[in-house]
């Protein structure tokens, strides 16, 4: 079992940044994400990190967003810059266990812990 508790969502007005972070309760072995849902939305992916340390985002936050981790503390990162109006949405930290398998990227199904998110609101 894998515990994940969010932090770091608030209002904050167009281009301007937040940090967004999960705590977990394990952490090695497990890709770790990053996936959001506005309301009446499906919820999807915008970035994970998985167990060598590789990367990705969703096209519609590159260059915007950064996953980051800090393996002692068990902390998974999200640097939100040059937010929009349309990246409104509840955040949530995601994981699941990689054992030298495939991490399952952006993909929803493939992620068995989440925690229970954290509201950004961006306004204009």
């Known amino acids: 079992q894998v515990q994940l508790v969010e932090s770091g969502g608030g209002s904050v007005q167009a281009g301007g940044s937040l940090r967004l972070s999960c705590a977990a309760s394990?952490?090695?072995?497990?890709?770790m994400g990053w996936f959001r849902q506005a309301p009446k939305e499906k919820r999807e992916g915008v970035a994970f990190?998985?167990?060598?340390?590789?990367?990705g985002y969703a096209d519609s936050v590159k260059g915007r967003f950064t996953i980051s981790q800090d393996n002692a503390k068990n902390t998974l990162y999200l640097q939100m810059d040059n937010l929009t109006p349309e990246d409104t949405a509840m955040y949530y930290c995601?994981?699941?266990?990689?054992?030298?398998?495939?991490?399952?990227?952006?993909?929803?199904?493939?992620?068995?812990?989440w925690g229970r998110g954290t509201q950004v609101t961006v306004t204009s």
């Open positions: 394990r952490y090695s072995n497990y890709c």
């Open positions: 990190i998985s167990t060598d340390g590789s990367t």
């Open positions: 995601a994981a699941h266990r990689q054992n030298g398998g495939r991490c399952y990227g952006l993909d929803v199904r493939g992620y068995n812990y």
